[in-house]
């Protein structure tokens, strides 16, 4: 199959476990001791515990070796997606690089596809997104992705290669689409987290993932994404699932946030960094986006859950 995942997170693990029911995988660790420990116990004891690696997954932290294979699979941050890429850039160099992560890039304004495009032009470029969990992935249960990628023949190669027996892909050449879907989702999510950590309700919450949602379309139309896509898997699907499970990191942010709670400071959570690069940009392009601006003033500590909750409830009286 002659494909290799680069990040050995519980995503990165959990995609290779499944791509290894296709054939022979590589995953790439960034440490010596991570690859070996993962080697040796045939486990990812720290990201994804309790989830067997198959015979077909080789750990290792050569990098040289792990880029051979013709599709690299990139589970690294978002916020970290350009410094990897100007890193290993002879390596990835005309590689087809398919991005797992969702955000916007904070200094640049620019989701995964373009960041790849611009640190490699030459290289060939997907994105894969959609409702999905780590364990759930790693499990064996049915997952629907949506696999991102503006030319159709690497995107029907890549559907077919990325396939699995319980990874069913999507494929759209919206790639802005995709991008902000998956990457907006995450805000409405850290929005949702406070309502629910603040004891607000499920009424409350039905609510913001509504308007939440149209936001999101707000700001992707205006940027040149296509309605159908943000109705897909990229879009609501992923928003529905973030929004109202614990094991979404940017729901469990605002469940902090929403009770007053100190947040672990070494969990990645994608939408905080997203949430300020929206604002900014819908700011320059004079789009309204009213939860994503509570959501900065919730990160930032000048706005308290009732605070936020107020603002939005004072809007000017519309229609829908």
């Not at 990098?63 to 350009?82: E, S």
């Not at 607000?200 to 939440?212: C, H, K, V």
């Not at 999101?216 to 109202?244: H, I, K, V, W």
Request: proline fraction near 4%; include cysteine.
């Amino acid at each position: 199959m002659n494909v290799s995942v680069l990040g050995a997170g519980a995503f990165g693990t959990a995609l290779a476990v499944s791509l290894a029911g296709n054939g022979p995988v590589t995953l790439w660790a960034r440490s010596r001791d991570q690859a070996d420990a993962m080697q040796q116990a045939r486990e990812n004891t720290g990201r994804l515990p309790g989830v067997s690696l198959p015979e077909a997954l080789k750990v290792t932290d050569d990098f040289q070796m792990a880029t051979q294979n013709r599709t690299l699979l990139l589970a690294v941050p978002m916020q970290k997606l350009r410094s990897f890429l100007n890193d290993h850039s002879d390596a990835l160099q005309g590689r087809a690089l398919v991005a797992c992560c969702k955000g916007i890039e904070l200094q640049t304004g620019l989701g995964p596809i373009a960041v790849m495009s611009d640190v490699l032009p030459d290289a060939r470029t997907a994105l894969l997104t959609g409702p999905s969990f780590a364990d759930d992935i790693a499990r064996g249960l049915p997952t629907a992705l949506t696999l991102a990628c503006a030319g159709t023949g690497l995107g029907e190669s890549l559907q077919h290669d990325l396939t699995t027996a319980n990874l069913r892909l999507y494929r759209t050449t919206d790639t802005i689409g995709a991008e902000l879907g998956g990457a907006l989702k995450n805000v409405m999510a850290i929005a949702c987290g406070t309502v629910m950590g603040a004891g607000l309700g499920d009424s409350a919450r039905a609510a913001l993932m509504t308007r939440g949602y149209a936001e999101m379309q707000r700001f992707a139309l205006a940027c040149g994404a296509q309605p159908e896509t943000l109705a897909g898997l990229s879009g609501f699907g992923d928003l529905t699932l973030t929004c109202t499970s614990d094991l979404s990191r940017n729901y469990r942010l605002g469940l902090s946030l929403g009770r007053s709670e100190a947040f672990d400071p070494s969990v990645t959570v994608e939408g905080a960094a997203t949430a300020y690069a929206v604002v900014a940009r819908a700011e320059e392009m004079a789009i309204d986006m009213p939860i994503s601006r509570c959501v900065t003033g919730l990160l930032d500590g000048a706005l308290t859950p009732d605070a936020a909750m107020a603002q939005l409830l004072a809007r000017p009286l519309k229609e829908e």
